[in-house]
C-alpha cells in the first residue's frame, strides 16, 4: 500500500473529497491504515500542481475517515468498454 492522500470532507452530494499527494486513475480504490476500502475514485479535480479527487464512498460511516490518511490498493483497476458489441 502506498500513501495517496488525506480525505477533506464530503461535499453536499455525498461524495468524498480527498486531497492527493500522487495523480490516481479513475477507478482505484483507496483504503484506510488498515487495508479497509475506503472510496472509489471517480474523476480528478483541480490543478495538476495540488491534485484532488471526487470519489464514492464504500462505506456507511465514511465521517469517521475525514481528516485520515488514505492508501492506494495495489489492485489493478480494471477498466470495461462502455460500448460493447452485442452477440447475435
Excluded at 492522500?5 to 452530494?13: N, P, R, V
Excluded at 495540488?50 to 492508501?71: E, F, G, M, R, W
Amino acid at each position: 500500500m502506498q500513501e495517496v492522500g488525506e480525505i477533506m470532507h464530503l461535499a453536499s452530494s455525498g461524495r468524498v473529497i480527498i486531497r492527493l499527494k500522487v495523480p490516481l486513475d479513475e477507478g482505484r480504490i483507496v483504503c484506510d491504515n488498515t487495508g479497509r476500502k475506503v472510496a472509489k475514485v471517480t474523476e480528478m479535480i483541480g490543478p495538476v500542481s495540488k491534485p484532488y479527487a471526487s470519489a464514492i464512498s464504500l462505506t456507511n460511516n465514511i465521517k469517521k475517515y475525514i481528516d485520515q490518511k488514505v492508501y492506494s490498493l495495489d489492485e489493478p483497476v480494471i477498466k470495461h468498454d462502455k460500448f460493447r458489441k452485442r452477440k447475435r
